[in-house]
């Protein structure tokens, strides 16, 4: 038996020790995880966007978030790609487009209510006269949405940023949909609730880990690089999986997205520099991406194969991009957080990002 066998397998026998779960993850990380399903149900029907109209003028639509707080707009623009007649896009730095005006709409998502840069946003957004929705747990932006009777998204009291994003996007398909300006059905929403709730099931911290997918990639991703494939509407997935092996797990991970690598960035796979990295592959596929990148992902499985580089295949499951989008977030979550427990740090301290904040 090899020594990185040996060292796979006393990995996954850490990860089955319940009592080491207590040692690092002081604030129940885990049960935050578990409750994506719950929390996504809460922003669909959360009373605070059953009355927020979206004027018919609108001709542009920015979201405006930095961080944890901004991911939730970039999953959903992918949900909704193709449905929308609007153009839509997540803007995350502290200048905002010359184009917005009375006719934009602008969402500001701030979890804390007092990020400086979306701040900022939010008044040059003002400014510029456009309509503008505030969804944020507290803070400045709270009060000022109160005040200035703003419309306001409250998101629960959740500890981290991160953690909102099923609330997130589930008050943004309620509020979408609510103007009809999107399609997402009770069937979609019932499928995917279904699918969640059985796959959490599965990666609870008490199934061993020769049956918990989560702990079985944490343990393969264990003092590598690891590398998120993706295309299409699961792109920004992937970017989830990214910052949350990021934050996480305290960890380097990267992206990259298909069609567009086998036009740059699969030349560089080759160097001697990058196979130095211990790169792992982790291929997000999906049987609703358009036939052409179906292709080139099995070209690219056929690549790796061919120059001794590892990967993981994850298919998406359920019925619809929904389902599809929903269960990989979840999947990603459990692994970078058991990907946190074997390297033996607290998943939710994130003191660099802590302190960075407070030095501006």
């Not at 020790?17 to 994506?36: E, G, L, P, V, W």
């Not at 061993?208 to 991703?221: E, F, G, H, R, V």
Request: with cysteine.
């Amino acid at each position: 038996m090899t020594y990185f066998v040996r060292r796979l397998l006393r990995n996954s026998d850490y990860l089955d020790q319940f009592n080491i779960y207590d040692t690092y993850d002081s604030t129940k990380y885990i049960q935050r995880i578990a409750n994506t399903t719950e929390l996504f149900q809460d922003g669909i029907n959360a009373k605070d966007v059953s009355n927020i109209p979206i004027d018919p003028k609108i001709t542009s639509i920015y979201f405006m978030g930095m961080g944890g707080s901004g991911i939730g707009g970039d999953v959903f623009i992918d949900l909704i790609k193709g449905q929308l007649k609007i153009p839509i896009e997540t803007i995350k730095t502290w200048d905002i487009p010359n184009s917005i005006n009375e006719n934009t709409l602008v969402l500001i998502c701030s979890y804390s209510g007092n990020t400086e840069e979306t701040i900022k946003m939010f008044n040059d957004s003002i400014n510029k006269k456009a309509s503008v929705i505030i969804i944020s747990q507290g803070g400045d932006l709270t009060n000022i949405a109160k005040q200035q009777k703003i419309p306001l998204i409250k998101i629960p009291n959740i500890l981290e940023p991160r953690s909102s994003l099923t609330f997130v996007l589930g008050a943004l398909i309620a509020v979408f949909s609510k103007n009809n300006l999107i399609d997402i059905n009770n069937d979609q929403i019932n499928d995917c609730l279904s699918i969640n709730k059985s796959l959490i099931d599965g990666l609870q911290k008490q199934i061993p880990s020769s049956q918990n997918l989560a702990k079985n990639i944490a343990t393969k991703i264990i003092n590598t690089l690891p590398i998120i494939i993706s295309a299409d509407y699961l792109s920004s997935t992937a970017n989830r999986w990214r910052t949350q092996l990021n934050e996480n797990s305290k960890t380097i991970a990267l992206t990259d997205n298909l069609p567009e690598m086998f036009h740059n960035s699969i030349e560089g796979y080759e160097s001697k520099v990058f196979r130095q990295t211990n790169p792992y592959f982790i291929l997000l596929t999906s049987n609703l991406y358009p036939e052409l990148v179906i292709k080139k992902f099995n070209q690219l499985k056929s690549l790796l194969k061919e120059h001794n580089l590892p990967y993981r295949e994850i298919n998406a499951v359920g019925n619809n991009k929904l389902s599809h989008l929903f269960s990989l977030l979840t999947l990603g979550d459990y692994i970078s957080y058991y990907l946190a427990i074997a390297n033996k740090i607290d998943p939710h301290h994130n003191p660099i990002i802590t302190n960075s904040k407070s030095n501006i």
